[in-house]
Structure formats: C-alpha cells, structure tokens
C-alpha cells in the first residue's frame, strides 16, 4: 500500500494567501525531510523535522510522529514559492528516504 | 564551498550504450545515494552506500551498476539493460551511517536517449 502520501496533489494560490501541505506516513520514522524542488530541479532542503515545529521564515513545519503526519505551512505566498514539495521520510527500518509524490503550488501573481 | 557536485547536467545517450553519471561530495559524508524521477512523480531509489565498498540495491536497481572506490565518489552506471533509461537522476549523500541525519541532494543529471 502507499506509505507516503502528500495531499493535496495540486494547489493554486494567489500571491499572497496561506497554504498548508499534508504528509501521512504508514510507520514510524526516524527522519522526515520537507524539500521544494525548483524548476531546474533541484531538491532544496526545507526542514528536517522528525518531531516536532519548526519555523524559518514564512515558513513553519510540524510534524506529530506518534499520529504520523507532517504539515507544512506556507504564509504570504510568492511567486516564487511556485514548485513541487515534497516529503521524504526513513520509514521503520528502513535505510533510505522514500518520498511521497508531492504538492504541485502554483502561486498566481 | 562544500556541497555534491554532478556532472553531467544533461547526457544524450543512443540507445545500446552504456553510459555514467558522475557523484562527488566534499561534505565527509558516509552515506550515498542515487535516486531516479519520472515526470509528474516522486523519486525513486536505485542503489546506496553507507561505506567505501559497500553498496547496496535499492527498489529499481534493474539496469543499473555502481561503486563506491573512495568515500567522496558515487558513480551511477546506466547499462543498455535499462529499457527505459530517459529520466532525472538525482544523488544524494547525508552524514554517518545512520538514518535518523539530514540528506542533501546534487543538482542532478538529465538523461535523455536518442
């Protein structure tokens, strides 16, 4: 079954509204990683955040390992927010990151 | 400036060659991976290796060959195994052996067959 799933799969924002992405996750982790992947793709590292809140700028990120979901908040959105977010977590014992298919943001001037 | 650096940025390859993509990170990290994305869709695993020589398969390592002679050096080897090789190829390294640190990604490689 899926063991990481983002929702929602798209969304579309004018500039300056909030959002929140989701990650469910199937088991316990001990790493969870939120990244935006910009349009030349690369991945850039957003939080890591295995528990708990964290917050770097306009963006904040809680993640409740015992409910296992992960947010990711994104106030006064810009344009260049626009990309795919993604979440990766270590799931059990695993040894590597397995990503969900990520968010799609559009943010609309 | 310390990071993970691949090269190519773009690679054409005709079909029935084999072809590799280059990993190198001056970060001391233990740990490397290689990861494969399709349009529209998230990364998937293809090996990793948490030691010099020692690697091990990830979920889609059909195709594909690597090493790990030195702890700064990953290459990715896609052989003419692979049926459909055209994708992102994205390598990633994060510090000591454990799984609970923080990974860090190259700009990646775009590998297209003609």
């Known amino acids: 079954g899926i063991q990481v799933e983002q929702s929602p799969p798209d969304l579309i924002l004018q500039e300056g509204a909030n959002s929140t992405l989701r990650c469910n996750f199937s088991d316990s982790v001990n790493n969870l990683q939120w990244f935006h992947q910009n349009p030349w793709g690369q991945l850039i590292n957003l939080f890591y955040i295995p528990s708990g809140t964290k917050q770097n700028g306009r963006l904040s990120a809680t993640t409740v390992a015992t409910e296992r979901y992960s947010l990711l908040y994104i106030s006064s959105s810009q344009t260049t927010d626009s990309g795919v977010y993604f979440c990766?977590?270590?799931?059990?014992?695993?040894?590597?990151?397995?990503f969900g298919s990520g968010t799609q943001l559009t943010v609309l001037p | 400036d310390g990071g993970i650096t691949q090269s190519p940025k773009y690679l054409f390859r005709k079909e029935g060659q084999n072809v590799t993509l280059s990993c190198e990170q001056n970060?001391?990290?233990?740990?490397m991976y290689w990861y494969r994305q399709d349009p529209g869709q998230g990364l998937r695993l293809i090996y990793y290796s948490q030691i010099v020589n020692d690697f091990q398969k990830g979920d889609i390592a059909e195709g594909y060959s690597v090493s790990r002679e030195k702890k700064e050096s990953f290459p990715l080897t896609v052989t003419s195994a692979q049926k459909n090789p055209t994708a992102f190829y994205l390598c990633?390294?994060?510090?000591?052996?454990?799984?609970?640190?923080?990974?860090?990604f190259g700009q990646g490689t775009r590998l297209t067959v003609v």
């Open positions: 990633a390294s994060r510090r000591g052996r454990q799984d609970s640190t923080e990974a860090f």
């Open positions: 990766a977590v270590n799931l059990g014992s695993a040894r590597q990151l397995t």
């Open positions: 970060l001391n990290h233990d740990a």
